[in-house]
């Protein structure tokens, strides 16, 4: 899908030129071992340098920048991928073809330049009001999960069953580990950024391959990545004996999360036929979760399943009324019992296959998406291609899928509701 | 079949519009995998009054009925709909807002095929008293679901206080008091008025063969039979220039005050090129004034008085729209009385620059650009364009055209103290801990 090339030790660039877009898409991905703290720390830098900078001093002259670029969108954001944390720049600009008479790719490269080189620093370090700020930013962000009733009920199922592991590890860490950041750490994290994290970097869009190189060549000087950072020591979760959490809050509808757990990971030779046992339990709208919970029993608006390939777990999600958490949690283990038992229908099989296929293919339509996919499958393969993973899928059986069903074991309920439910447990 | 080119976008559309009233759009995107088709009729949740085909009466019907008879839609009596699109790589979906319903695919492979499965399943009703009742349950659970979204609530809350009269106000599913009443027949007869091809779009965008799939269209249609076209006649309730409510506060289980300022708009009985010059206009002044590089929010954002959540827009369609400019926040007075002055501030001195509006309109056209590289967003947009009148893709010489006095005149509208509203949800009281 890429051209990739090494512009330092453990600096890559990954070129794909196409006619599809018109505009270009650039990102830049800093990599390194997830830890809490360091999460919070990188979030905090994040929204630091995204507020200022060296050249664009105060918030509005650097938006005020942006938008004469045509409204380029430029923005850091953070996020992890199985246990290293990723703290990226993106930028998506208008291509020149598109514009009478300007040129603005050049002036946007220029501008990541500066974002990622010069920060807005007085005597070495960032402006307190700016840190304080930005971290109470952060905690806000943290804090408002609580809001959103799905995104806290995964998150506590995680917290629930794995502890202090990447599992449950948020891309921004914890209120206390935010509170906890100096500038100190905050620059240091920048140099790490500069000097030792592994670096990929994605250009997307009309683009001629060589002109990319040397503009990456002669707008940044890139240092190779001589010293590693240090792996976190592995903590073992604490066992738990507990299966099942009910917790209350002032809601009106049930949130059922039910996590299960399964040898089966991304790095699996048999992560393709996993994919495929993921949809036909719940991934879709043809799955048995799906066509049970809501369409047979009326019991949900939301039913579904999603298979979380790094950590080797699989969710089921649902919301019900508050009173029916049993039935539902019988319902969706007959599910699974009837997959391991091998009652899997040759339209259930195809059904997933084309729904797959058809998934995979239509990411190629977003510039971003065709990004996201391929940092992803390079770690697999770095010659990955659709049409190869595609061919994965079509000659699994439903013997394979009975195999992988078999493997799927469940491993703890969360409940999240309101008072009513409560009393009738 | 018509074909445009539009020079500087590098887009070519093709339409017609068939014997029995359907418009057909088609716009094949270069190197796209996958094609994206919406089919959708001009029929929402503010359509709750109107004379049935074939009668002379009005008739109001129960609300959130345009909602749950998208839902029906996808039941047959061979079984659901979702079973065949699967069948086929399909993702479908549809959505219904304010006023308009949608139906719609996206696939890499069998594109004639779905496309067909699209127009049967939208063209052929059937509804029973059975699968009535049964949905009552799934959407219940739908509604129940935004009852505990705060920012959901918020956003109707906000609409509630501006409308006194208008259907804009009622959730767009309903209640589940409301919903319990729809019946089969109900279905029928909205169906029958609001689904006959005069009233409905056809969008098909992506990887296609225009010819190819116009032909398949004709073809499809010329072969199935409908009644003559008729006008439909509607009926929405005089509306008052003032809001409704000034001020309302709700209390939920969330972290922080959320807050939401609403500016009721004056001038919605529009529609073709004023709609859209004016609704660029108002964009550009809400942008202007409280946008991201504003000094109002540069001094909010470091006064610590909004987060991420910030937000400033203006929507309208014919009939109704509002401007709303809120946040997450704690301090959700200070936020509120920092937008009634900056407007004032502005009434009385226009401290703007020509630079600041060429700056803004640059902003808008980058952003217009970065959307025509989603599918779905042309198709969506288009349909919405084409209901009332407008051309998606006059949206760039139209701004290229923008003048100051334009948008200043937009800012007018956002002066009168009468049309403002504020909504609030407060986190409840920690007395028992």
């Not at chain 1, 703290?87 to 050049?106: G, P």
């Not at chain 1, 790095?267 to 709208?285: A, D, H, R, W, Y």
């Not at chain 1, 099989?349 to 990004?371: C, F, V």
Request: charged content about 25%.
């Amino acid at each position: 899908m890429f051209q990739q090339f090494e512009l330092a030790s453990g600096v890559k660039l990954f070129v794909r030129p196409t006619e599809q877009f018109k505009t270009i898409n650039i990102s830049f991905k800093w990599k390194q071992p997830l830890t809490v703290e360091k999460a919070s720390i990188r979030a905090v830098l994040a929204n630091i340098l995204q507020f200022s900078n060296e050249v664009y001093p105060t918030n509005a002259a650097f938006r005020k920048r942006l938008d004469d670029l045509y409204g380029t969108a430029l923005y850091f954001d953070t996020t992890k991928k199985g246990s290293h944390h990723i703290f990226s720049l993106n930028a998506e600009t208008v291509n020149d073809a598109y514009l009478s008479n300007e040129k603005i790719v050049d002036e946007v490269f220029s501008l990541l330049h500066t974002v990622i080189f010069k920060p807005n620093l007085e005597n070495g370090k960032f402006g307190e009001s700016i840190v304080k700020r930005e971290k109470e930013q952060v905690i806000e962000r943290i804090q408002s999960m609580y809001d959103d009733k799905t995104r806290y009920a995964q998150q506590r199922l995680l917290e629930n069953i794995r502890p202090n592991n990447p599992a449950s590890i948020t891309s921004n860490g914890t209120v206390e580990t935010v509170k906890a950041i100096t500038n100190e750490q905050l620059i240091e994290m920048h140099h790490d950024l500069l000097t030792k994290d592994d670096l990929s970097i994605y250009v997307v869009g009309d683009v001629n391959i060589q002109e990319i190189k040397e503009k990456m060549q002669s707008h940044f000087s890139f240092v190779d990545r001589t010293e590693k950072i240090e792996k976190p020591v592995d903590i073992p979760s604490e066992t738990t004996d507990k299966k099942f959490l009910h917790e209350i809050q002032d809601m009106k509808q049930g949130k059922l999360h039910i996590a299960y757990q399964t040898p089966i990971t991304f790095f699996s030779e048999e992560f393709p036929v996993m994919q495929l046992t993921n949809g036909i339990l719940g991934g879709f709208s043809h799955s048995k979760i799906f066509m049970n919970v809501r369409e047979k029993e009326s019991m949900a608006y939301y039913a579904s399943s999603s298979y979380s390939s790094l950590y080797g777990l699989i969710f089921v999600l649902a919301g019900i009324d508050s009173n029916l958490q049993k039935k539902a949690v019988a319902l969706i283990d007959e599910q699974l019992k009837v997959m391991q038992a091998g009652d899997i229908s040759d339209l259930e099989l195809n059904q997933t296959k084309s729904m797959l296929t058809n998934q995979l293919k239509e990411a190629l339509d977003s510039a971003r998406a065709q990004i996201e996919i391929y940092d992803q499958y390079k770690e697999l393969n770095a010659s990955f291609t659709v049409e190869d993973w595609v061919g994965k899928w079509m000659n699994v059986t439903k013997e394979q899928i009975q195999q992988m069903a078999l493997t799927i074991e469940k491993e703890f309920v969360y409940f999240l509701s309101g008072k009513e439910g409560a009393a009738n447990e | 079949m018509n074909k445009t080119y539009f020079q500087q976008l590098e887009e070519t559309l093709y339409n017609e519009t068939l014997p029995n009233g359907l418009d057909v759009y088609i716009l094949p995107k270069r190197g796209f995998s996958k094609t994206f088709v919406t089919f959708t009729t001009k029929y929402g949740s503010i359509d709750r009054e109107f004379i049935p085909l074939g009668k002379d009466e009005p008739v109001i019907v129960p609300d959130g009925i345009a909602h749950f008879l998208e839902h029906k839609m996808f039941e047959k009596e061979e079984g659901d709909v979702f079973q065949k699109f699967s069948e086929k790589g399909a993702s479908a979906n549809a959505f219904t807002s304010f006023t308009r319903t949608a139906y719609l695919f996206s696939s890499t492979d069998h594109v004639l095929d779905n496309t067909k499965t699209l127009l049967d399943f939208v063209q052929q009703p059937y509804f029973t008293e059975q699968t009535v009742e049964k949905e009552k349950g799934i959407i219940g659970q739908e509604i129940t679901m935004y009852d505990d979204q705060p920012d959901w609530r918020l956003y109707f809350g906000t609409i509630e206080n501006m409308y006194k009269e208008h259907p804009v106000k009622i959730d767009i599913a309903g209640t589940i008091d409301t919903i319990s009443h729809i019946t089969a027949e109900h279905l029928y007869e909205c169906y029958n008025t609001f689904y006959h091809p005069s009233n409905m779009v056809l969008f098909v965008v992506g990887a296609v063969d225009p010819e190819e799939m116009m032909d398949f269209i004709k073809a499809d249609q010329a072969a199935k039979t409908f009644e003559e076209p008729q006008e439909i006649k509607r009926f929405y309730p005089e509306e008052q220039k003032a809001v409704d409510k000034k001020e309302r506060t709700l209390q939920m289980d969330v972290q922080k005050p959320k807050v939401l300022f609403g500016i009721k708009a004056s001038n919605t009985d529009i529609s073709g090129d004023e709609m859209l010059n004016y609704e660029l206009a108002m964009q550009v002044a809400i942008e202007m004034i409280f946008g991201r590089s504003s000094a109002f929010y540069q001094e909010i954002y470091e006064n610590g008085w909004i987060d991420e959540s910030y937000s400033a827009d203006f929507s309208m369609e014919q009939g109704y729209g509002f401007t709303m400019i809120g946040s997450d926040t704690v301090n959700p007075t200070e936020l509120t009385e920092k937008i009634k002055e900056t407007i004032k501030n502005y009434a009385s001195n226009w401290n703007v620059e020509d630079e600041d509006l060429q700056r803004i309109v640059r902003k808008k056209i980058g952003f217009f650009l970065r959307a025509l590289n989603s599918i779905e967003y042309i198709a969506n947009q288009f349909t919405r364009y084409s209901f009332n009148d407008m051309n998606l893709f006059d949206v760039v010489p139209a701004l290229e055209k923008l003048t100051m006095d334009q948008v200043k005149a937009a800012f007018q509208s956002l002066i009168d103290d009468n049309a403002h509203t504020v909504f609030t949800i407060l986190p409840y009281e920690k007395s028992n801990e």
